[in-house]
């Protein structure tokens, strides 16, 4: 039973819209992260939280929101989408503490056109 | 900026040989080096990993060594098989931010039969 879902698994958006992922976890951890993957670039991170109301800024903000409205949720907000921004976007989450395990969802993938 | 360095990009081997994929980092704080095991279409997931106070982690066909002093660090994969085909992340956490996780480009390992 996978601990942590993505939706869509699959999103296509017009450039300037607005466009949102969801991730939720069933761990119970209170750190989730937003990664986005390209080819060359590896695993960046977006934006992270240490659990419900907070949400950080990671290595590369610029252009994402971020709302982390309870323990198991976690969204991802393009409030203008680029085609830059397409990609493949990962959430996990992790226990709080010192450098426990990631857990990751399956991605979403994320075209911009 | 704090950076892991994978190599090669890509390797090649036969069913039965031992892969040896490579990881350096720069950062001396960091002294929690996970390995992340990634198919393609699916999250990355935790393989392995080692804190610098250990030179070798070992788990079945998986071992790591690391070497403090160079800051280098690999993981030898013995009796490869072709299940063992997927992209291969080093990653790298310090006592600064332990709640960050710096990944490698990875590396693009395929076993041939």
């Known amino acids: 039973e996978a601990a942590v879902t993505q939706s869509p698994r699959n999103k296509v958006a017009v450039t300037g819209g607005k466009v949102t992922l969801s991730c939720n976890q069933t761990?119970?951890?209170?750190?989730m992260y937003w990664y986005r993957q390209d080819t060359g670039h590896g695993l960046r991170l977006i934006h992270y939280?240490?659990?419900?109301?907070?949400?950080e800024k990671g290595d590369i903000p610029d252009g994402y929101k971020a709302s982390r409205p309870s323990q198991e949720n976690f969204s991802l907000i393009l409030e203008l989408a680029t085609p830059s921004q397409t990609s493949v976007y990962f959430c996990?989450?992790?226990?709080?503490?010192?450098?426990?395990?990631?857990?990751f969802g399956p991605g979403t993938r994320l075209l911009v056109l | 900026q704090q950076q892991v360095r994978q190599s090669p990009q890509s390797l090649t081997v036969w069913e039965g040989e031992t892969a040896i994929l490579n990881c350096s980092y720069e950062?001396?704080?960091?002294?929690?080096f996970p390995w992340y095991q990634q198919f393609p279409g699916e999250g990355p997931a935790l393989l392995i990993s080692?804190?610098?106070?250990?030179d070798k982690k070992e788990d079945g066909r998986f071992t790591i060594f690391f070497n403090k002093r160079e800051k280098k660090l690999s993981l030898h994969i013995t009796d490869s098989q072709p299940g063992d085909s997927a992209t291969y992340f080093c990653?790298?956490?310090?006592?600064?931010?332990?709640?960050?996780?710096?990944f490698g480009k990875g590396t693009h390992l395929h076993v041939l039969p």
């Open positions: 080692i804190r610098s106070v250990s």
């Open positions: 950062d001396s704080t960091f002294n929690y």
């Open positions: 939280s240490y659990g419900a109301g907070s949400t």
């Open positions: 761990n119970n951890h209170n750190n």
């Open positions: 996990a989450s992790g226990d709080a503490g010192t450098q426990d395990t990631q857990y």
């Open positions: 990653a790298a956490s310090g006592s600064t931010n332990a709640y960050k996780v710096i």
